[in-house]
Structures are given as structure tokens and as C-alpha cells.
């Protein structure tokens, strides 16, 4: 934690020079890389928020630090399922079970502005997890039925992402963003021999907004 928020510092404190502050807000879609026991998965919907500065290094290119707490995750469905709910047993029921994966990441954008007004961008995105928790949920009957806590010890802190994506502001201040990003590092902290690597992917779409000047 202490390392990301003094690179953010650092980030932010070598683009004073001509730097414009924002903040962003927005939608995530994400999912798991597939592997054998995730063949059934559906994305998850969630929500990243946080502020960014940017800062130009040309005519048409700039660099944009951001600093965003952002949810990640996937969720699953199986139908036809015998449980207990509420003591009694059920039959043919819709069980969903979602992973909660939260992190406060750092991404560090290059942008090209093809236009004033419009940009595309990649970079990497370095993140931190803050929470990691799992529930699983009777949809026919929107009861709960199982719930697990924080299990971080489970998970890899540091998270390792590359970024794709483009944005248009409709006026100087307020712009459409939008980019996906492709896990590099697997999330399990200590994965079995011979298993395959889980990754996180996010496609995110929001609204940014730059104060004046």
C-alpha cells in the first residue's frame, strides 16, 4: 500500500509542469481468464471511481496517472439445483456464485489525441488488493446462501494489467471514456504445479471530467 501511494505521489508530482486534474467514474464488466474450473462463468458487473492527471508531452501526445479504486471478479450460474434455502429443501433452482475482487490501482496512460477532442490510449495498470470475497445466491428465490469473508491471504496483492483504450470530451471538461484491461499476473497467491494461471479482464466504460485551469 505504502509503495503504490508513494509512486502515485511521484507520478503526480513530476507532471506539475502543465498538468490538468480530473476525476472519472464508471462501469467495469469483468471476468476471469478461462480456465478448466471456469468454464461456466459470466461477467460481473461493478463500478471504478477515482481522479487522474494529465499532462501533455507534445503537440498531440500526453501521459495520464491516474489513481482509481476499481472491482474486479466474475460471476457463475448453474441451473436445475437441489439446495437448502431458508431450512427448507428446494429443487430446480437458479444458483449464482460471484467472486468480489476490489483493488485501489494506479494506471499510467499514453495518449495520442488524434483530435482536441478525441484520444487513444495504453499503458500498463499496477494494482493492490484491498478485498477479496465470494458469495453465492438462490436467483429464484433472491436469498443468500452462503457468504465468505475476506480471504486475502488467498489472493496475490499486486496485480499487473495492460490497458487499451480511447475517450471523446464533448466539451473541454467533460468526456465518454472507455478501456479494456488484460490481466498479466495471476491472481493466486500460491498457485498449484501444472494449473493454469487466473487472470483478471475488465472492459470499463464511464464519464471523465477535467476542472478548469
Do not use: C, W
Not at 17 to 34: D, E, P, R, T
Not at 44 to 51: D, R, V
Not at 134 to 156: F, H, M, P, R
Not at 175 to 186: I, K, M, P, Q, S
Request: hydrophobic fraction near 35%; charged fraction near 15%; aromatic fraction near 10%.
Amino acid at each position: 500500500m505504502k509503495k503504490l501511494v508513494l509512486a502515485a505521489a511521484v507520478a503526480v508530482s513530476s507532471l506539475t509542469f502543465a498538468q490538468q486534474f480530473g476525476i472519472k467514474g464508471g462501469m467495469n464488466v469483468s471476468s476471469l481468464s478461462k480456465d478448466s474450473g471456469l468454464s461456466d462463468q459470466k461477467s460481473k458487473i461493478g463500478f471504478n471511481a477515482g481522479a487522474f492527471v494529465n499532462a501533455p508531452l507534445g503537440s498531440n501526445f500526453s501521459i495520464q496517472p491516474e489513481l482509481i479504486y476499481t472491482q474486479y471478479g466474475e460471476k457463475s450460474s448453474a441451473n436445475n439445483q437441489t439446495v437448502i434455502d431458508n431450512g427448507a429443501i428446494k429443487t430446480n433452482q437458479t444458483i449464482s456464485s460471484a467472486s468480489h475482487l476490489d483493488y485501489i490501482a494506479l494506471p499510467v496512460m499514453f495518449q495520442y489525441n488524434a483530435t482536441p477532442s478525441f484520444y487513444l490510449e495504453a499503458g500498463p495498470e499496477f494494482g493492490l488488493n484491498v478485498n477479496a470475497s465470494n458469495k453465492v445466491k438462490n436467483e429464484t428465490s433472491g436469498n443468500t446462501l452462503a457468504e465468505t469473508g475476506n480471504y486475502n491471504d488467498q489472493i496475490n496483492k499486486f496485480n499487473l494489467g495492460i490497458g487499451i483504450g480511447a475517450g471523446y470530451y464533448f466539451t473541454p471538461q467533460l468526456g465518454l471514456t472507455a478501456r479494456y484491461v488484460a490481466g498479466v499476473t495471476d491472481i493466486a497467491k500460491d498457485r498449484p504445479n501444472n494449473s493454469s494461471s487466473v487472470r483478471n479482464n475488465v472492459f470499463q466504460v464511464g464519464l471523465a471530467y477535467k476542472f478548469a485551469k
